[in-house]
């Protein structure tokens, strides 16, 4: 708690740039994402998506980097661009692996040179794009949470925690926003159990957010767990994993489901 409320402190304390005429915030990001071969589903898959990291023979990871372009006003037009994807580690059986890789390679397709977008949304939070939940949430981080919480709806035991720090990491990783609310997100981070902090790294601390799920159908319990890491200057996130049903199966720990790294600057004009 002490770290996120130090985030939150430097988040409220941090000036956003003030963009002139023609510039826009540029989010560089680069995504890495594990594929899986479950026998049990018969095809490829992604983790939590019918594929399950504890039954899976084979995985692979594949990487693509990025920009969003953030204009001032940020109801504005925002713009995106896509590079190639780029094939990463493959884990157990390599032959079956490699082919998963290079069917997703080839399903990812080329790169995407500048375009038109709207602003970000999140995976799996609706129809929403991010810039609702900064009109829409609660500034009290307890109001935060509770909101959160019925916005999300019932989930498995366990995972009322879980799915409220996804959310927020989520949002505090667009590192856009008004201060007093990114400052909010965090002071509401602050009060969810099952979270630890790593040292801090040339002015970075990464916190670890631990959260169960339960699968009724079998009575059984899986760790799931999301990281942050947050210059804590700043209080911009640097970079952001998660990792489904950890220590299980092949494929090691420290490889997580999906890694997505931020680079924040101000740039003069679109590319």
Do not use: C
Not at 111 to 126: H, I, K, N, R
């Amino acid at each position: 708690p002490e770290v996120l409320l130090g985030a939150a402190n430097a988040a409220a304390g941090f000036t956003p740039p003030v963009l002139a005429p023609g510039q826009y915030l540029r989010r560089a990001w680069t995504t890495s994402t594990l594929g899986l071969f479950d026998p049990e589903l018969g095809v490829p898959g992604m983790p939590g998506y019918g594929a399950s990291r504890a039954t899976a023979s084979s995985g692979w990871v594949i990487s693509r980097s990025g920009a969003d372009y953030a204009p001032a006003d940020l109801r504005s037009q925002w713009y995106q661009e896509w590079g190639s994807p780029v094939a990463g580690g493959v884990y157990g059986d390599q032959a079956q692996g490699r082919a998963g890789q290079d069917a997703g390679m080839q399903a990812y397709g080329p790169a995407v040179t500048l375009f038109p977008s709207d602003a970000p949304y999140l995976p799996e939070s609706g129809a929403e794009d991010v810039l609702w939940f900064f009109e829409s949430l609660p500034r009290d981080p307890a109001a935060m949470v509770v909101w959160i919480d019925d916005y999300l709806g019932p989930d498995t035991q366990d995972w009322a925690e879980g799915k409220v720090g996804w959310l927020l990491i989520g949002l505090l990783s667009q590192n856009v926003g008004d201060p007093e609310m990114r400052a909010a997100m965090y002071r509401a981070l602050s009060t969810l159990p099952g979270s630890t902090v790593g040292v801090e790294h040339d002015g970075r601390r990464t916190v670890t957010f631990d959260s169960h799920l339960a699968f009724s159908e079998v009575g059984e319990r899986s760790l799931r767990r999301s990281t942050m890491t947050i210059d804590m200057a700043t209080g911009l996130v640097t970079e952001t994993t998660d990792t489904s049903e950890v220590g299980e199966g092949t494929i090691p720990s420290d490889v997580p489901d999906s890694r997505m790294t931020f680079e924040m600057s101000v740039v003069d004009s679109l590319p």
